[in-house]
């Protein structure tokens, strides 16, 4: 079964606005990650935060984690047409050895 | 992180013939794993490969029809046998160092089967 689910499933913004994707899981995790998919290429990685800590930062990146609710949150500030992208949440459940479970993603459009 | 590359980048297949996509790390890794992304969806993996001894498959995929190596700590190569136009699919491979620590992803190999 699907572990993370993510909403919203798009979003579109303006050039210098936030954005903010949701993704909720079922199981217990070590660690979420957040990636990032421009078309259809590669995946890039954004940041990784484990299931002891609450916030991370990194640049314009924000996660969260709420083990308690299983969700986690990823803002991206002062947004820009570059941030165009899919963005995926995978989690590293604590039994699965690293083996990781995607979300459905967030399609994000920045407009400029 | 590491610089990870993936040959063929993309290819077209006949149904029924059989493709197989390299993995290549520039540094010994403890863990690579395949995963596979349908149009429009997200990943899905296939298999964790084994370093020296046979992969573990996910529930939904078989050793016969995903056959994959990993003679080394820097490499494992993933083959999509007895193709069908189901199998049109971009395949990624990543890596990890340890447990619990980031996985980073191969630019994927986009297959298309006519």
């Known amino acids: 079964s699907q572990q993370g689910e993510e909403d919203p499933q798009a979003l579109s913004i303006q050039e210098g606005e936030n954005a903010t994707m949701n993704c909720s899981y079922k199981?217990?995790?070590?660690?979420l990650q957040w990636y990032r998919q421009n078309s259809g290429r590669g995946l890039v990685h954004l940041i990784l935060?484990?299931?002891?800590?609450r916030e991370k930062h990194s640049g314009r990146l924000r996660v969260t984690l709420d083990t308690s609710k299983k969700s986690s949150s990823l803002l991206i500030t002062a947004s820009r047409a570059a941030d165009t992208a899919s963005y995926f949440c995978?989690?590293?459940?604590?039994?699965?050895?690293?083996?990781?479970?995607f979300g459905e993603g967030t399609q994000l459009t920045v407009n400029p | 992180s590491a610089v990870i590359s993936q040959k063929p980048s993309r290819d077209i297949c006949q149904r029924g013939t059989s493709l197989t996509i390299q993995c290549q790390v520039d540094?010994?890794?403890?863990?690579m794993f395949w995963y596979r992304q349908q149009p429009g969806q997200s990943l899905t993996l296939i298999a964790t490969?084994?370093?020296?001894?046979?992969?573990?498959?996910e529930s939904g995929f078989v050793i016969d029809k995903f056959p994959i190596s990993r003679p080394n700590l820097t490499f494992s190569t993933l083959t999509v046998s007895n193709m069908s136009p189901e199998d049109s699919s971009i395949y990624l491979c990543?890596?990890?160092?340890?447990?619990?620590?980031?996985?980073?992803f191969g630019p994927g190999t986009r297959l298309t089967v006519t």
């Open positions: 990543s890596v990890a160092w340890t447990a619990n620590y980031e996985q980073y």
């Open positions: 199981t217990s995790i070590n660690n």
């Open positions: 935060i484990r299931s002891n800590e």
């Open positions: 995978a989690t590293d459940a604590e039994t699965s050895g690293s083996r990781l479970t």
């Open positions: 540094s010994q890794v403890t863990m």
């Open positions: 490969a084994n370093q020296g001894s046979e992969a573990t498959y």
